[in-house]
Nanobody, 117 residues
Framework: QVQLLESGGGFVQPGGSLRLSCAAS????????MGWYRQDPGKQRELIAG???????DYGDSVKGRFPISRDNAKNTVYLQMSSLKPEDTAIYYC???????????WGQGTQVTVSS
């Protein structure tokens, strides 16, 4: 089992910044990917960014080049640096973990990001 704990969400004005963190614990293997998704009410979850344990990244179409993702493998933690936030970025942001060895996926509880004037 892998547990994911997200943090860093909150309420910000347009143009503000937030840094989301996701720490994984439990049965961590050396080969995995972690990423961030977001979900607006009544909509499907959307990929924001993902990163492998080897450092390869993949970004969703809506935020390419805007929300850099990074990781600290020693801490089993990924980060999402969000800057120049827009009201349309408002959503619940979820952390995900994919184990390449076992094929299992895990999800965090989500952290709310609200961008409003």
């Amino acid at each position: 089992q892998v547990q994911l704990l997200e943090s860093g969400g909150g309420f910000v004005q347009p143009g503000g910044s937030l840094r989301l963190s996701c720490a994984a614990s439990g049965s961590i293997t050396g080969i995995y990917a972690m990423g961030w998704y977001r979900q607006d009410p009544g909509k499907q979850r959307e990929l924001i960014a993902g990163i492998s344990s080897g450092g390869l990244t993949d970004y969703g179409d809506s935020v390419k080049g805007r929300f850099p993702i990074s990781r600290d493998n020693a801490k089993n933690t990924v980060y999402l640096q969000m800057s120049s936030l827009k009201p349309e970025d408002t959503a619940i942001y979820y952390c995900a973990y994919s184990d390449y060895v076992t094929g299992k996926e895990y999800w965090g509880q989500g952290t709310q990001v609200t961008v409003s004037s």
